[in-house]
């Protein structure tokens, strides 16, 4: 079955720095995987996803992501942080057949000013 | 345009009382899922519905029921609320259907209904 690892429940970094959020994922088949973005009290809203078309992904809010089939891996990251990207990260993967979405665990950001 | 709205937002119960939470979209999405959200463990799929008069199982399905009323609408019911189901329970909706749900469909959720059960 497949499965996503967010390293990291919290993260903190300042404003202007870069931002990292991790995640690997292990499926036995080629994936297609998601990060999802929680702002406090609302719902998950797509950030960006990776459908094999290309294997850099540029999402919303200057956000992207490299998919990285020899380390399973599919890490956010942001040039230059923002206080308006503090919020709670989900990555997540699909799988054929499947009909679902699995999720991470979430991974916290905070912004220091 | 709303796109997944939830009703109620806020709800206490008291252990062994019933309740549904109900779930709307308006984008014509054919399939529609609830989560349920809990600190350090992500989204848990509870039960989902590929297309219209169809339900399926998710992950934590012990102790709800669901119905797919239309295409539209998809509650969630709690026949006898326990204490551990206090929670975020989420509702999305997705444009795929059936056996052919797209892999890449964007979920959709709406704003979530928090669950207290004393």
Same mark, same amino acid.
């Given at each position: 079955? =497949?499965?996503?690892? =967010?390293?990291?429940?919290?993260v903190?970094v300042? /404003? ?5 959020l991790?995640?690997n ?7 297609? *995987?998601f ?5 406090p009290? =609302?719902?998950l809203? *797509? *950030?960006?996803?990776?459908?094999s ?6 999402? %919303?809010? @200057?956000?992207?992501? /490299?998919?990285?089939?020899? /380390? &399973? ?19 997540a993967?699909?799988e /054929? @057949?499947?009909?679902?979405l699995?999720? @991470? =665990?979430?991974?916290?950001? &905070? %912004?220091?000013p | 345009?709303?796109?997944?709205t939830?009703?109620?937002k +806020? ?9 549904t ?12 899922y609830w ?10 799929l509870?039960?989902y519905?590929?297309? !219209?008069?169809t ?13 797919r009323?239309?295409?539209? !609408? +998809?509650?969630?019911? #709690? !026949?006898?609320?326990? $204490?551990?189901?206090t929670?975020?329970? +989420?509702?999305?909706?997705s #444009? ?5 749900v ?6 959709? +959720?709406? $704003?979530g209904?928090?669950l207290?059960?004393?």
């Amino acid at each position: 079955a =497949q499965s996503v690892t =967010q390293l990291g429940s919290h993260v903190s970094v300042s /404003e202007g720095a870069l931002v990292l959020l991790r995640c690997n994922y292990s499926s036995s088949v080629p994936p297609y *995987l998601f990060w999802y973005v929680q702002y406090p009290n =609302q719902g998950l809203q *797509l *950030l960006l996803k990776y459908t094999s078309a290309a294997t850099l992904v540029k999402g %919303i809010n @200057g956000f992207e992501a /490299e998919f990285k089939k020899s /380390e &399973t891996s599919f890490h956010l990251t942001k040039p230059s942080a923002h206080m308006s990207d503090a919020a709670e990260y989900f990555c997540a993967v699909s799988e /054929e @057949g499947a009909q679902k979405l699995v999720f @991470g =665990q979430g991974t916290r950001l &905070t %912004i220091n000013p | 345009n709303a796109g997944v709205t939830q009703t109620p937002k +806020f709800q206490v119960l008291k252990t062994g009382q019933s309740m549904t939470l109900q779930c709307a979209q308006d984008m014509n999405h054919n399939s529609m899922y609830w989560y349920r959200q809990d600190p350090g463990m992500g989204l848990r799929l509870i039960y989902y519905s590929a297309s !219209e008069g169809t339900t399926d199982k998710g992950e934590v399905p012990n102790g709800y029921n669901v119905s797919r009323l239309n295409k539209r !609408e +998809f509650s969630l019911r #709690l !026949e006898s609320a326990a $204490p551990s189901q206090t929670s975020v329970y +989420f509702c999305a909706s997705s #444009l795929g259907q059936g056996a052919w749900v797209s892999l890449t469909d964007t979920q959709y +959720f709406g $704003p979530g209904t928090r669950l207290t059960v004393l």
